[in-house]
């Protein structure tokens, strides 16, 4: 298959949308590396001299897919609020979860992980310890800042996140429902925050003003 010279970075880049596509369709098991070489338009060769095995490029799939999760937390501005801050990471781990490509990705590899483990271990590294670790480190620095009670700030960040998903996240997993209205998710994310900061603030925490 003839290929014309790229950037190495976007060959890679079109080689893991091919495989993301054939991982939504046919799942871990189902997918194959002919097939995705296939999709993405690349020769088995080329496919091997950027991933060795199909493990592999699993890994930097779920890596792409859960790149955003890094922007949940940046920036922070210190000079804000907590509620404010807590609300925006509220807000923008709700689009996260509810997001189609979010859902399709925990499908995958919760269908996926009683045969292969070791997908749910990339997924949880790639995904959601990499957010808890960003949201621990943020809590740590409050918490020694004196604005936060001193506790286990990874507990608190797995509190804080448990809290962003109540009503809809499960459900919307699990395509009990397909859509989620911006109010239910303002409701979600403002009493996740004010029962946060209800168990966690130094001081008496300042509500979130009503939209």
Not at 8 to 29: D, L, M, N
Not at 61 to 82: D, N, R
Not at 104 to 126: D, N
């Amino acid at each position: 298959m003839a290929e014309p010279d790229e950037h190495p970075a976007s060959k890679r880049r079109q080689i893991i949308h091919g495989a993301e596509i054939v991982f939504t369709e046919c799942g871990y098991e189902g997918a194959s590396m002919s097939r995705i070489a296939l999709r993405a338009a690349v020769s088995k060769g080329t496919l091997y001299n950027y991933f060795t095995s199909k493990s592999e490029l699993f890994a930097a799939f779920v890596e792409q897919a859960c790149a955003s999760l890094i922007q949940v937390f940046e920036p922070v501005c210190e000079q804000e609020e907590l509620a404010v801050t807590l609300n925006r990471i509220g807000q923008r781990m709700a689009a996260l979860i509810l997001s189609p490509d979010s859902l399709v990705l925990f499908r995958i590899v919760v269908s996926e992980a009683g045969k292969f483990p070791h997908l749910a271990q990339i997924f949880w590294q790639t995904g959601p310890q990499t957010a808890l670790a960003y949201m621990s480190d943020w809590l740590g620095q409050e918490m020694q800042a004196g604005r936060l009670q001193p506790s286990d700030p990874t507990f608190a960040a797995e509190q804080f996140f448990a809290l962003c998903q109540t009503r809809f996240g499960m459900k919307r997993r699990l395509l009990l429902v397909t859509e989620t209205s911006q109010e239910e998710i303002d409701l979600v994310v403002g009493g996740a925050v004010r029962l946060f900061l209800n168990s966690y603030a130094a001081a008496a925490p300042v509500g979130l003003p009503r939209s």
